[in-house]
């Protein structure tokens, strides 16, 4: 896909997280938003995977760590085609493949159950040392919220994988500076993230997460790293696409009411619409 066609695919994934908030009238709308560039390069650019062939052992895998951005992620897997854009709308309905976190025995594409955060990351470490020891030529994605960073999981895995060497595992942090309580940096400070990750011997990439160009350099140069793991820094905006969401704490883990949910559904469609004009 080239960059305008990857911006349309983003922008049908964050209608479709806002669309499926609202139905469930519940749901964590802002860390999904600020994930959904990052989520559409690796779904429909980055990752070898084939959805009539989802469990072939030599895909990529993909790990969820901040389970509770689901909706941008099943977003994504129903327009890559696991299955139909319409089930979004059953998101966290009782009896829908479609629950609040992520669960590989529910919902096709699905790689790792999660939603405990640091044990995503954990899992994501396991993989790609597997693939290591049995000499598959597979890569490893997770993706991280900052807030998670809190979590001491997070760095036993990270020693784990710097120590190994794990130069197929690429950590994705969605650095928007947004947790649940407010900003990270007044919670429980994760910084410097960058000099934390190199001092387990990670490679660090600090990006725009939400510009497809330092996107796509940044997964490029993380194929060419050899030896160490590589942890992308996405600076990005929590609520990103929605003017009241953005770099707003309280839109973590809150469903917009019906005159929210058409001011947000009405600036999405504006944004898509000046994308197909140029």
Same mark, same amino acid.
């Given at each position: 896909?080239?960059?305008?066609?990857?911006?349309?695919?983003?922008?049908?994934?964050?209608?479709?997280?806002?669309?499926?908030?609202?139905?469930?009238?519940?749901?964590?709308?802002?860390?999904?938003?600020?994930?959904?560039?990052?989520?559409?390069?690796?779904?429909?650019?980055?990752?070898?995977?084939?959805?009539?062939?989802?469990?072939?052992?030599?895909?990529?895998?993909?790990?969820?760590?901040?389970?509770? &951005?689901?909706?941008?992620?099943?977003? @994504?897997?129903?327009? $890559?085609?696991?299955?139909? /854009?319409?089930? #979004? +709308?059953?998101?966290?309905?009782?009896?829908?493949?479609?629950?609040?976190?992520?669960?590989?025995?529910?919902?096709?594409?699905?790689?790792?159950?999660?939603?405990?955060?640091?044990?995503?990351?954990?899992? &994501?470490?396991?993989?790609?040392?597997? @693939?290591?020891?049995? $000499?598959?030529?597979?890569? /490893?994605?997770? #993706? +991280?919220?900052?807030?998670?960073?809190?979590?001491?999981?997070?760095?036993?895995?990270?020693?784990?994988?710097?120590?190994?060497?794990?130069?197929?595992?690429?950590?994705?942090?969605?650095?928007?500076?947004?947790?649940?309580?407010?900003?990270?940096?007044?919670?429980?400070?994760?910084?410097?993230?960058?000099?934390?990750?190199?001092?387990?011997?990670?490679?660090?990439?600090?990006?725009?997460?939400?510009?497809?160009?330092?996107?796509?350099?940044?997964?490029?140069?993380?194929?060419?790293?050899?030896?160490?793991?590589?942890?992308?820094?996405?600076?990005?905006?929590?609520?990103?696409?929605?003017?009241?969401?953005?770099?707003?704490?309280?839109?973590?883990?809150?469903?917009?009411?019906?005159?929210?949910?058409?001011?947000?559904?009405?600036?999405?469609?504006?944004?898509?619409?000046?994308?197909?004009?140029?």
């Amino acid at each position: 896909m080239n960059k305008k066609e990857l911006k349309l695919v983003a922008n049908n994934i964050r209608k479709a997280i806002i669309n499926g908030v609202y139905a469930a009238k519940a749901g964590h709308p802002g860390g999904s938003l600020s994930a959904t560039d990052i989520m559409t390069y690796l779904y429909f650019q980055e990752m070898r995977i084939d959805i009539n062939d989802s469990k072939n052992p030599s895909r990529d895998r993909f790990v969820l760590s901040k389970g509770h &951005a689901a909706p941008c992620l099943y977003a @994504a897997l129903a327009y $890559k085609g696991f299955f139909p /854009v319409e089930d #979004l +709308l059953t998101l966290r309905k009782l009896g829908s493949h479609l629950q609040g976190h992520p669960c590989i025995a529910h919902t096709p594409g699905i790689d790792m159950s999660s939603g405990s955060l640091g044990q995503g990351v954990s899992a &994501a470490v396991g993989m790609a040392l597997s @693939a290591k020891i049995f $000499k598959e030529e597979y890569r /490893v994605y997770t #993706l +991280l919220g900052d807030g998670e960073l809190q979590e001491g999981q997070v760095w036993e895995a990270a020693m784990l994988a710097g120590f190994k060497k794990l130069d197929n595992l690429v950590v994705i942090v969605d650095n928007n500076n947004l947790q649940i309580d407010g900003p990270i940096d007044e919670v429980n400070s994760p910084y410097p993230i960058d000099k934390k990750f190199e001092a387990f011997n990670f490679h660090i990439i600090t990006i725009n997460g939400h510009d497809y160009d330092e996107i796509e350099s940044a997964f490029n140069e993380a194929k060419r790293i050899k030896g160490k793991p590589t942890a992308i820094i996405a600076k990005t905006v929590k609520g990103k696409g929605v003017s009241f969401m953005e770099n707003k704490a309280s839109w973590h883990g809150a469903a917009p009411n019906a005159e929210q949910y058409a001011i947000a559904m009405e600036e999405l469609e504006k944004a898509g619409d000046a994308l197909c004009q140029k």
